[in-house]
């Protein structure tokens, strides 16, 4: 059988230009959180099926690479079912692992404990622009904090990374889900048909508001409840006066203590950034994991057509490993598509490090090559980057490609002598 020399269908190899971008915004990550008080952790890459299963991560529960039991434990002639072969599956996002990390270390965590979790995970969806099979995600949690301080927290934190990776005007885009329910309640919608009324929602920036009306209708809803619920949107602006009108629209289907949480969030969000970029209000906003259950939140940039982050509370899961109830919320960046967006912008990486090239001809004598890399040690001491190279034939273009690689300044050896 012949060995194969691509990747994996949906993953990749990762070049040296695109890895220099990486490890900069991993730096850039941890700085920028750390400064927010993020403390970073570690989870296994493979979790228990029964976690990864468990009707908490929404339609990414379809896309689990799933991992056969091992030695005398795989019994294939007598499997029912599919889950008498397999007992673990590779983690598809950053949340569930991090509920079972706090329910198995709660006891030696402070409280709101604020977590930082950076690493890869594994969906088998069908790769596209910006997305693959295997990739980076990165999380921040406050765990343990019930009140909006949490929210407001996260989406600073966030925001100023993205404006110190030279992003501007990007948007935050913002909701509840306590908000969503209320206007299906007020519309008439049965609560059982919620989830189905808010995936046809969310093709709202898709196929529009009439779009959404007749896949409404095809699912059997009232027309009565249809109109209503799409007026409601109509009069909504993207600011806090929209809170505030839906407020009044949904007066005895929604506690008015939410809406006023969303606006103080909005406003102080505003007030104090540090970034270029807008904060609105969008009831159109649904986020597709079943396990949010407060306010939830979308970073969008221009020029790029889907979301670059997202994230919401979710105070209910983490007691489905512990018994008790715990309040979380959580913002994770889209760190591939982030890194995507500086590779086709030629992004340059700061470094105050000059990059110096030693070129040495072949056949140099042993005492002179000791002394060109004891030359090399000294630089690097004194903070210069030096990569010692024997000199090609093609000298002009080796400069050429180490020139493309960031390098400045070249010094060459030869037997005789420097020139």
Known sequence: MAMKKKPVTGMKDITPREMEIRDYVIRMIKDTYGTFGFSSIETPCVEHIENLSSKQG??????????????????IDTAETEMDLVDGGLRYDLTVPLSRYYANNANNLPSPFKALQMGNVWRADRPQRGRYRQFMQCDID??????ILAEIELILATSTLVGKLDFENFTIRINDRRILKAMAACSGFPEESYDTVF???DKMDKIGKEGVAEELEKEGFAKDSIDKY??????VTEDVNGVRRLKELLEGFLDQKIAEELETIIQSVDTVKTAKF?????????????????PIFEISIDGFGGSVGGGGRYD????KFTGQK??????SIGFERIVMLLLERDYQVPSNAGKKAYLIEKNMPGDKLAAIFKEAAEERKNGSIVSVNMMKKNKKFQKEQMTAEGYTEFKEFFCDGIK
Request: aromatic fraction near 10%; glycine fraction near 12%.
């Open 58 to 75: 929404g339609e990414n529960e379809k896309l689990i690479f799933k991992i056969l039991k091992r030695g005398e434990k795989l019994k």
């Open 142 to 147: 406050i765990l343990g904090e019930p009140t």
């Open 199 to 201: 995936i046809v929602l």
């Open 230 to 235: 799409l007026s409601l949107f109509e009069e």
């Open 278 to 294: 807008q904060i609105v209000f969008d009831p159109t906003l649904v986020r597709g994991m079943s396990y949010y259950t407060g």
């Open 316 to 319: 209910e899961m983490i007691g």
């Open 326 to 331: 715990t309040c979380a919320c959580g913002f």
